[in-house]
């Protein structure tokens, strides 16, 4: 674990890998995960120096509020135009084996805040009082959100993919 007065440079080397998956499993892709945890890198190099408290916790908190609010400033990017080459269907690049494209998809189905809740169980292993910090919610909130989005994916898979996880 990196040590509380690390440089930015030593944040970034231990842990930008860690924030893209993490912002890839939110965000649907790791071309949008990138830019995400990239506009946060940003900001919090400009604060690194006051900054108090455990800063992975900091950084994966603003990446998951970047990643909530992302779809509300999305209208104020520039996008071109691609061309006609592109692929029938979308293209996703997240971080996932061939077997769990069905979960991969099922995911991306939940809604953000849902989705965020479940990540943060399951991939970041937090308990749900450090769920409704990083989310900025209470408890109830959280554990509605887990089990909602849970149901979701549960309704949705055979009933032998669950065996043993819950």
Do not use: K
């Not at 040590?3 to 440079?9: I, K, L, N, Q, R």
């Amino acid at each position: 674990m990196l040590d509380e007065g690390a440089s930015f440079d030593e944040f970034v080397h231990e842990h930008q890998q860690g924030l893209v998956r993490y912002a890839a499993l939110l965000s649907g892709s790791r071309a949008e995960a990138e830019d995400l945890v990239q506009d946060v890198l940003v900001r919090v190099y400009q604060r690194w120096g006051s900054l108090d408290g455990p800063v992975y916790a900091y950084v994966r908190r603003a990446v998951t509020n970047e990643y909530l609010s992302w779809r509300r400033r999305w209208s104020t990017r520039n996008i071109r135009p691609a061309g006609d080459d592109l692929p029938d269907r979308a293209h996703h690049d997240p971080p996932y084996r061939e077997r769990d494209e069905r979960l991969w998809r099922l995911l991306q189905g939940l809604p953000r805040q849902q989705r965020a809740a479940v990540v943060l169980r399951y991939y970041e292993d937090l308990a749900d009082a450090e769920i409704a910090e990083v989310l900025g919610c209470r408890l109830p909130t959280v554990r509605a959100h887990v089990s909602r989005g849970l149901s979701a994916l549960r309704s949705a898979l055979p009933e032998h993919a669950w065996r043993g996880h819950d």
